[in-house]
């Protein structure tokens, strides 16, 4: 996963790791495509979330383009608190709920 900052969408410096491993996997298999899949933890309002996590899922497709990802190899799609890993009753769960996915697509 990538994770990011209550209510951001900004790419952390230490997300730089998995997303190295995500261009490397891609340009080694050129017929590979993948979803990029936006989540938030449940602070704020439903609709604001599903905003968010569709600008962190655009903005990590975004910088995958910038890294030489072709864009019609990648979706991206927000469902804001609808599909948590974590409990969002503590600080450390809803941390992990912040996050992007990746999805490998047939």
């Known amino acids: 996963y ?8 900004d790419i952390k410096p230490e997300s730089q ?3 190295d491993e995500i261009v490397s996997m891609l340009k080694s298999d050129t ?5 990029v ?15 968010l996590s569709q600008q962190r899922a ?3 497709l975004e910088h995958l383009e910038t890294l030489g990802v072709s864009r019609a190899r990648m979706t991206a799609k927000g469902y804001g608190t609808s ?6 009753l503590t600080e450390e769960g809803r941390s992990r709920n912040r996050r992007t996915a990746f999805e490998i697509l047939p």
């Open 37 to 51: 899949e936006g989540h938030t933890d449940n602070v704020g309002a439903a609709s604001a979330n599903l905003v």
């Open 83 to 88: 599909r948590p890993v974590a409990s969002n």
């Open 17 to 19: 790791g998995t997303i």
């Open 2 to 9: 990538i994770n990011f900052d209550t209510a951001k969408w």
């Open 31 to 35: 017929k590979l495509k993948i979803s």
């Open 58 to 60: 655009h903005k990590v």
